[in-house]
């Protein structure tokens, strides 16, 4: 559990974790549970969603990568090409930059300014979820994550209790079409499982019943509100 920034009114819970762990589901009853026992809070999904610098990835994305997109059967061949253009000095910087840039623009309109309004947010994702991607991307070492991490931290809110709905690769690529790859779980759930036990993340199963996944959210958020 993460300390809540003393300058935040509100709470900010995150539910973080793979594709088809059941974070959305998970994090929009929370939202309700939270209004119905009187905690003004806001649902935010927070992964990367570009904004004022989308038009620099539709041209990265049309010159380096145009029949490369992301789906089942070629997910390998685009996660190949992708970090092969980014072994480029320049082109890697740019790329990391524009990330980092429009993922911080974002997590301060829809996460910050509501908590300093007094609202509390439970976040669909958060910066854990973006730097993982990233760090796939970019074979960001142990040190490099760490040291990505920490800059984040000193311009975004804190969570208050970071839930990490865990569960095998081979569950969560059946609850969702659109996961390109069994591999692509796996890079990330290695990641989610260290930075867990590294920053203390309470670890949720998320191969349990939804309602019994409710319950257990809902008692972990109780005990901070």
Same mark, same amino acid.
């Given at each position: ?8 009114k509100?709470i ?8 088809? *762990?059941?974070k959305?589901? +998970?994090?929009?009853? #929370?939202v309700e549970?939270?209004? /119905?026992?009187g905690?003004?809070t806001? @649902?935010?999904w927070s992964g990367l969603?570009p904004?004022i610098l ?5 041209v990265?994305k ?9 789906t ?6 685009y996660?190949? *090409?992708?970090?092969?253009? +980014?072994r480029?000095? #320049?082109?890697?910087t740019v790329? /990391?930059s524009i990330?980092?840039?429009? @993922?911080a ?6 996460v910050?300014?509501?908590?300093m309004?007094g609202?509390s947010?439970?976040s ?7 730097l993982i991607?990233?760090a796939?991307?970019?074979s960001y *070492?142990e040190?490099?994550?760490s040291?990505?991490?920490r800059?984040?931290?000193?311009l975004?809110?804190?969570p208050?209790?970071v839930l990490?709905i ?9 609850r969702?079409d659109?996961i390109?790859?069994i591999?692509?779980?796996?890079e990330?759930?290695e ?6 036990k590294?920053?203390?993340f ?5 191969t ?7 319950s257990t ?5 109780r005990?901070i509100?």
């Amino acid at each position: 559990m993460m300390v809540t920034n003393s300058r935040q009114k509100g709470i900010l819970v995150c539910l973080v974790g793979m594709d088809g *762990t059941g974070k959305s589901t +998970l994090s929009k009853k #929370l939202v309700e549970n939270m209004n /119905e026992h009187g905690i003004k809070t806001k @649902y935010v999904w927070s992964g990367l969603e570009p904004m004022i610098l989308k038009p620099f990835f539709w041209v990265g994305k049309a010159l380096f990568i145009p029949r490369h997109e992301p789906t089942p059967g070629t997910y390998m061949r685009y996660s190949t *090409t992708l970090r092969k253009v +980014l072994r480029n000095p #320049l082109m890697r910087t740019v790329y /990391e930059s524009i990330f980092c840039l429009d @993922y911080a623009i974002q997590l301060l309109l829809n996460v910050r300014i509501p908590m300093m309004r007094g609202a509390s947010v439970v976040s669909d994702r958060y910066v854990y979820d973006v730097l993982i991607d990233l760090a796939v991307v970019l074979s960001y *070492t142990e040190r490099k994550m760490s040291y990505m991490l920490r800059a984040f931290e000193r311009l975004l809110p804190k969570p208050s209790l970071v839930l990490l709905i865990d569960a095998p690769e081979e569950v969560a690529i059946k609850r969702k079409d659109d996961i390109p790859s069994i591999t692509h779980l796996s890079e990330r759930r290695e990641l989610y499982l260290s930075l867990a036990k590294q920053y203390g993340f309470t670890i949720i199963d998320g191969t349990n019943t939804l309602p019994a996944l409710q319950s257990t959210i809902w008692s972990a958020v109780r005990e901070i509100s």
